[in-house]
């Protein structure tokens, strides 16, 4: 199945976001372990605020989603939440993103890029390296 995938920050909060077939089919699970979200952030204010689910638990959270029909989530987080999610046995394929890119305190636009190597497979890690570049993008 083709899939594309978008993505959204509110904070510290961990975002799934999943559909079953096309973008306009893309629903937002947001994942808060406390429960408290801000009735004016984003996610409840935008146009995809009817198409926003709101879980405590994020195994919780892939099981409902699961059982709603959708075939892909897309979970972006800590470790905590991958954790959470293999140990629950709800992990089918694993794909990591790495973006070489040091922000800290300093706006995007300062950001220091790195260039990415290509990577090595060694008993079965992946290791990549970036390399510095001169200019920041």
């Not at 096309?22 to 146009?47: H, Y």
């Not at 605020?49 to 972006?76: I, N, Q």
């Not at 959470?84 to 890119?101: F, G, H, K, T």
Request: glycine share 8%.
């Amino acid at each position: 199945m083709s899939s594309s995938w978008a993505r959204r920050r509110c904070g510290g909060t961990t975002l799934l976001l999943c559909h079953t077939r096309r973008n306009d089919d893309l629903w937002r699970a947001v994942v808060s372990r406390s429960g408290s979200l801000p009735q004016n952030a984003q996610i409840f204010t935008d146009a995809a605020k009817d198409r926003t689910l709101v879980y405590r638990d994020p195994v919780e959270a892939v099981r409902d989603l699961g059982a709603r029909g959708f075939m892909s989530v897309l979970c972006e987080g800590g470790f905590g939440l991958a954790r959470a999610l293999a140990d629950a046995d709800l992990v089918d394929e694993w794909v990591s993103i790495l973006c070489p890119l040091v922000i800290g305190e300093r706006p995007l636009a300062d950001a220091r890029r790195f260039l990415p190597q290509p990577p090595a497979v060694r008993g079965g890690d992946l290791f990549s390296t970036s390399l510095r570049r001169a200019d920041p993008f």
